[in-house]
């Protein structure tokens, strides 16, 4: 059985993710110790533990230490199959970070699948619903990844309420050098839940004032809907490197998009293919792909450090020398 301490580097989440990821796809069985040990409250929290039981139901999977706080998991996947499945979050636990533990393994079932999830779609510490279609789906794509996301609501903490259906085909993902992308126009979208429509096209225009004045063009359009819970956010990106600004109570539109804009304008000013966090978010699916696959990165991060431990104790297949990452893909 492969062990992992959950303890290492970041400690958080994403070693959690990706070994119960790495272990559905390659029906190897995991224990992961230490869960989340140098957080406030170690062990597992309602997001992890929904993200467990989304991979226990596409494998079919034994599982030990399946409840709230528990710092160890025993993970044995049975099998891997496709289908149709509904994943209820409960909270405004983020749907993006349930799909990093059940689509890579969905991309290597025997049939299509779809997941219809519930819960937060741009909440804190978690990409973005729209940095996930529009940046990592894109990356995933050039791996030969055939995926789709529909966003059907939104959803802000605390409420939650959102929703998104993802459509997943069997796909043989191939590794490549990524290039960098020349960023010929910027886009986004400037977004709000329950409040006035001038909220999202002040952060749109703070945002584009600031991207306009560095000589960039900008294309951001803005949504205004009506839901389950209150918010606004807006996520901006350029081929693959992304930014998000979150609204919260007190915070002026103009303050989310201007943090929005000089969070993108330092990505796309630093060297690196990738931006730091989809540098770690394509690492998984390039450990598994056939071929070679290598890019930099804007920064070096604990979260790429944690995931280059979790992969390299399935494949020991994962470089990272300076900014530059190379992965030698096993070829599932």
């Not at 140098?38 to 993200?51: D, E, F, S, W």
């Not at 099998?79 to 533990?101: M, P």
């Not at 000089?262 to 998984?284: C, I, N, S, W, Y």
Request: charged share 30%; with cysteine; net charge positive.
């Amino acid at each position: 059985m492969i062990k992992i301490d959950g303890s290492y580097g970041e400690g958080g989440g994403q070693i959690l993710r990706t070994a119960i990821a790495l272990s559905c796809v390659t029906q190897e069985p995991v224990e992961i110790f230490n869960i989340r040990a140098n957080r406030p409250k170690p062990g597992l929290a309602m997001q992890h533990l929904k993200g467990i039981e989304s991979a226990k139901m596409i494998t079919n999977a034994d599982v030990e230490g399946l409840k709230l706080g528990s710092t160890r998991v025993v993970f044995k996947p049975k099998s891997l199959r496709g289908g149709e499945f509904k994943i209820d979050i409960g909270t405004a636990g983020s749907v993006t970070l349930i799909l990093q533990t059940i689509l890579l393994p969905s991309l290597y079932a025997e049939r299509e699948s779809r997941f219809e999830i519930r819960g937060g779609t741009d909440v804190k510490w978690s990409p973005s619903v729209d940095y996930v279609r529009f940046v990592t789906f894109e990356a995933l794509k050039d791996l030969n990844a055939r995926v789709d996301l529909s966003l059907i609501a939104r959803g802000y903490y605390p409420e939650g309420g959102g929703k998104i259906v993802v459509d997943v085909e069997p796909s043989k993902l191939e590794g490549r050098e990524f290039r960098e992308l020349k960023c010929d126009v910027i886009k986004g979208i400037s977004h709000c839940q329950n409040l006035p429509s001038h909220v999202a096209e002040r952060q749109r225009k703070s945002a584009k004032e600031i991207l306009e004045s560095k000589g960039y063009k900008v294309d951001i359009d803005v949504e205004v809907r009506k839901g389950i819970s209150t918010g606004s956010g807006i996520t901006l990106w350029c081929g693959y490197k992304g930014s998000v600004s979150l609204g919260e109570k007190g915070k002026r539109a103009e303050i989310v998009g201007r943090e929005c804009a000089e969070g993108l304008l330092k990505e796309l000013e630093r060297d690196g293919t990738f931006d730091k966090h989809l540098a770690d978010q394509v690492m998984p699916f390039s450990a598994v792909a056939k071929g070679k696959t290598v890019y930099t990165t804007t920064e070096v991060t604990k979260h790429q450090i944690s995931n280059a431990y979790v992969i390299n104790k399935f494949f020991d297949n994962v470089r990272i020398e300076g900014n530059r990452i190379e992965i030698d893909g096993v070829g599932l």
